[in-house]
């Protein structure tokens, strides 16, 4: 046998080659049968946000700085047009400036 001709050391470094080549093996085989699986679903970038042309008045108050009046102006802005085609649009409602414009827009969508 080959392992009688090998001193302690030698064998002790082909069993830890062998140990090592195992444990590669493994991994490799681990990695593609557990692969990571591919998305089916995504949340979409406006997952969570309201959206201005189906929200009612009570949803709209929960955003900040939207209150009762400015709700109501949405609203009536939103029915007169037709809907809202983007959030632009709230910058020609009376009572939204730009600054109220830019904290809420991170809260509001329109699909």
């Known amino acids: 046998m080959i392992m009688l001709s090998l001193t302690t050391e030698e064998r002790k470094v082909l069993i830890f080659l062998?140990?090592?080549a195992l444990v590669g093996m493994g991994v490799s085989y681990a990695t593609k049968v557990f692969a990571p699986v591919k998305s089916?679903?995504?949340l979409d970038d406006d997952f969570g946000k309201i959206d201005l042309n189906s929200a009612d008045k009570n949803?709209?108050?929960?955003?900040?700085?939207?209150g009762d009046k400015l709700?109501?102006?949405?609203?009536?802005a939103?029915?007169?047009?037709?809907?809202?085609?983007g959030l632009e649009q709230?910058?020609?409602i009376k009572g939204i400036t730009?600054?109220?414009?830019?904290?809420m827009k991170h809260y509001l969508t329109v699909r």
């Open 18 to 20: 062998f140990g090592v």
């Open 40 to 42: 089916i679903a995504r």
């Open 59 to 66: 949803l709209l108050k929960s955003v900040p700085g939207i």
């Open 71 to 76: 709700a109501q102006r949405i609203i009536e």
């Open 78 to 85: 939103r029915d007169e047009r037709g809907g809202l085609s």
């Open 90 to 92: 709230l910058k020609d």
């Open 98 to 103: 730009i600054n109220k414009f830019n904290r």
